[in-house]
């Protein structure tokens, strides 16, 4: 009884690959793992800026999740301009505001909070004002954005009190 059960376990398992396109290999899907669902091979970014409160970093990443949201990442060139015509269609065009980078805990490591991954991880994406990050102080943990208009980075102590953008991304199925 056993085998037969393992054997049609088998066959459906070679049908479900036969009939399904293989899944898209890249370590930002690996939560679809049902041979039949098939990732998605493109997403949509949007920007919210928030500019009613002035928050800690650890603050602003729970008031974007407390909105289904999560703290802005900035991982290509493309995001950067949706972030900059974002930010001019704001209530308040004036910055600075907490983004999702962090090196709290390593140094000079910046990850994005909101997806665990590296600053710059895969594109190779950075856009820091010149000079920066220099953790002056010895105590610039958290990553801001529009300290000196534009749309450049810094990195800011955590504990500043700044406005903040969060983001989402949805599934782009078209
Ligand atoms: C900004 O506003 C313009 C004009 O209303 C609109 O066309 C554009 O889509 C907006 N962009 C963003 C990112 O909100
Ligand atoms: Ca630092
Ligand atoms: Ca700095």
């Known amino acids: 009884m056993k085998i037969i059960i393992l054997l049609l376990f088998v066959i459906c398992c070679m049908l479900a690959t036969h009939f399904c396109s293989p899944i898209i290999e890249e370590d930002d899907f690996s939560s679809f793992a049902s041979p039949c669902l098939q990732p998605p091979t493109n997403f949509k970014k949007r920007y919210f800026v928030h500019n009613n409160i002035h928050v800690t970093f650890l603050e602003a990443w729970r008031q974007c999740q407390a909105i289904g949201l999560r703290l802005a990442t900035i991982t290509s060139e493309e995001d950067s301009k949706l972030m900059q015509e974002t930010i001019a269609n704001s209530t ?64 800011e102590p955590c504990d500043a009190k700044l406005r903040y953008i969060c983001e989402s991304v949805t599934p782009n199925w078209s």
């Open 92 to 155: 308040n065009t004036k910055g600075p505001w907490y983004i999702g980078g962090t090196d709290l805990g390593n140094e000079g490591h910046f990850v994005w909070i909101s997806t665990n991954k590296p600053v710059g991880h895969m594109t190779g994406y950075f856009n820091y004002s010149p000079g920066q990050p220099d953790n002056a102080g010895g105590s610039e943990n958290c990553l801001e954005i529009g300290r000196w208009g534009g749309v450049v980075w810094n990195d």
